[in-house]
């Protein structure tokens, strides 16, 4: 836990350079409501997910596995990896630039003080799951997170979004994202233990290692290796449209352009 905290205020100085950087305490609280008591999940862990762009090709492999695994609605995702043309800083030139974008898994998530019933929230390990039984809907933790990633299933009419597939962690398993990325570019892991790939490649990439909008004091826990840094907030380059249909060859829109 502690590693992922320093790892965070470094981010928070690297964009927020010269400014003179608030207590850790303060930090946490900033601009959100208190944080309802964790519950569930091994307090002894705290898993986060640390994605190499460098090894990333956009082939959606875990696009359409986590769809399929977690049976999604049709043209709703967990997990997209959105695809932009950029021009490059070194030659100038057009070049592809493919950014997976999940839940974080923040450590002050705001979309969990702001559920009227508590039907979002934070497990001791990290994870932020929603609870479908409580759940009514009302979309303000859709709303309060920064990271478009999260959706009212249409079919449950509940909120949905990636869950790092806890119930696949719980039976000793890779979540079907991580499983089926043919370049090994999604790496998830304990943080809290020195041994594990993502301890050793966050100590090893530390000055390299970036998070999308730090400056939100969300503390997310979700990494990016190789990334470009017009791209931790929301980038100005217009994304690739991708025309989603049904089944009856109906045009349902262009996914990926609110990304």
């Known amino acids: 836990?502690?590693?992922?905290?320093?790892?965070?205020?470094?981010?928070?100085?690297?964009?927020?350079?010269?400014?003179?950087?608030?207590?850790?305490?303060?930090?946490?609280?900033?601009?959100?409501?208190?944080?309802?008591?964790?519950?569930?999940?091994?307090?002894?862990?705290?898993?986060?997910?640390?994605?190499?762009?460098?090894?990333?090709?956009?082939?959606?492999?875990?696009?359409?596995?986590?769809?399929?695994?977690?049976?999604?609605?049709?043209?709703k995702f967990r997990t997209i990896v959105s695809q932009y043309e950029v021009e490059s800083l070194e030659s100038g030139n057009a070049v592809q630039f493919m950014l997976p974008r999940l839940c974080n898994h923040c450590d002050n998530p705001p979309c969990v003080p702001v559920c009227p019933v508590q039907a979002t929230y934070q497990q001791e390990d990290g994870i932020v799951l929603v609870d479908s039984d409580r759940c009514v809907g009302c979309a303000y933790c859709v709303q309060a997170c920064p990271y478009d990633a999260r959706f009212i299933n249409d079919r449950t009419q509940t909120a949905d979004k990636c869950t790092f597939c806890a119930h696949r962690l719980e039976a000793g398993l890779l979540p079907a994202c991580v499983e089926s990325c043919v370049g090994g570019a999604r790496i998830i892991g304990d943080l809290n233990d020195p041994g594990s790939q993502i301890s050793k490649m966050v100590e090893e990439y530390r000055g390299e290692l970036m998070v999308l909008q730090p400056e939100k004091n969300t503390v997310p826990h979700v990494f990016y290796l190789g990334m470009d840094e017009r791209f931790i907030d929301r980038p100005s380059a217009a994304p690739e449209l991708w025309e989603i249909r049904d089944g009856e060859g109906q045009e349902l829109g262009y996914e990926y352009a609110e990304h």
């Open 1 to 75: 836990m502690e590693l992922a905290r320093r790892f965070f205020l470094q981010q928070v100085a690297r964009v927020t350079a010269g400014a003179a950087l608030v207590p850790l305490s303060t930090v946490a609280n900033a601009g959100i409501n208190d944080q309802p008591p964790r519950r569930g999940g091994d307090p002894k862990k705290r898993y986060a997910m640390l994605i190499d762009l460098r090894r990333c090709i956009g082939c959606q492999a875990c696009t359409v596995s986590c769809h399929i695994e977690n049976q999604a609605p049709l043209g």
